[in-house]
């Protein structure tokens, strides 16, 4: 059946979204769909699929996500940022008077509150609360570490490498390096990803503290590969940095793409990024 889709991006890292508030997602074979509609010569190209559709629970959208790969994907920082703008710009969520909103996304990670805010009308910046990082290594998960996994060490690629371990609701293994530029993710990546230390897989990203308030990251994500930004991946390269004390607890995160801003207040509260979100153009996929 043929299926409307927008095309958007935050930081480069796009994705295909598809409005099942105004379309049947019923019988739609989403991962398959995924896999065809990401691939960057015979598809639109992307980094994966999300589906925008009816909450389940109290909420004013829910956001269900697949890799390029078609599997799952329980969280992404640039992509719910996307989802906050389409369901806006769109009429999903009516729109209340002013130059900024805040709405409620339900997510794999629980329902999260998402600070919208309107230049001439649209949604051109969001600041998400994207919750507390978890940091215990079993619901990471990891078998790294005891409590927390904090700069342990793990053989790869025939080098050792000081890890740090934290979950935004997926999980992510941040490496702190002299110079991101220098480490060959490509290569590195895949056995990051696959290792048998994290038994989901995971999100690999090397970092550079420039100062306490600012780090240059790199990543590679499970399920797509190198992407140009990784908003969860931001968020637990910040986490990671304070962890293992070289940054402040707000920072300005370098990504391919562009920069976000990311807070962590206090440990036991959650983390904020804020960034952009950017539609590029809408389209029918002819069979899904």
């Not at 994705?15 to 598809?43: K, M, T």
């Not at 934290?166 to 290792?195: C, T, W, Y």
């Not at 637990?236 to 801003?261: K, N, Q």
């Amino acid at each position: 059946m043929p299926i409307a889709f927008a095309k958007m991006h935050g930081l480069g890292n796009d994705y295909v979204y598809v409005d099942g508030f105004a379309q049947s997602l019923d019988g739609l074979d989403a991962p398959a769909l995924a896999r065809a509609i990401s691939d960057r010569h015979r598809g639109v190209g992307s980094d994966g699929l999300i589906l925008v559709a009816p909450p389940t629970v109290p909420a004013d959208v829910r956001m269900e996500m697949f890799n390029a790969d078609g599997s799952r994907g329980e969280m992404c920082g640039n992509g719910i940022r996307c989802v906050a703008k389409y369901a806006l710009d769109h009429g999903l969520v009516p729109a209340k008077p002013g130059a900024s909103q805040s709405i409620r996304v339900q997510t794999d990670r629980g329902v999260l509150t998402l600070d919208c805010r309107r230049e001439s009308g649209r949604v051109t910046q969001v600041r998400v609360d994207m919750g507390r990082p978890i940091l215990d290594p079993r619901e990471i998960p990891t078998r790294l570490g005891t409590t927390r996994c904090v700069a342990e060490g793990l053989e790869v690629g025939g080098r050792p490498w000081s890890i740090t371990c934290v979950s935004m609701g997926n999980p992510h293994a941040v490496l702190f390096v002299d110079d991101v530029a220098a480490i060959d993710l490509e290569r590195l990546g895949p056995q990051f990803e696959h290792h048998a230390a994290f038994p989901k897989r995971v999100n690999s990203h090397v970092a550079m503290a420039i100062s306490r308030r600012e780090v240059r990251m790199r990543t590679w994500e499970r399920g797509a590969g190198l992407t140009q930004a990784c908003g969860t991946g931001a968020c637990a390269v910040l986490v990671a940095g304070v962890l293992e004390g070289r940054l402040d607890r707000r920072a300005i995160v370098h990504l391919p793409g562009g920069d976000l801003d990311v807070e962590w207040p206090a440990d036991d509260a959650p983390v904020f990024q804020t960034g952009p979100a950017v539609e590029v153009f809408s389209g029918v996929w002819p069979d899904a």
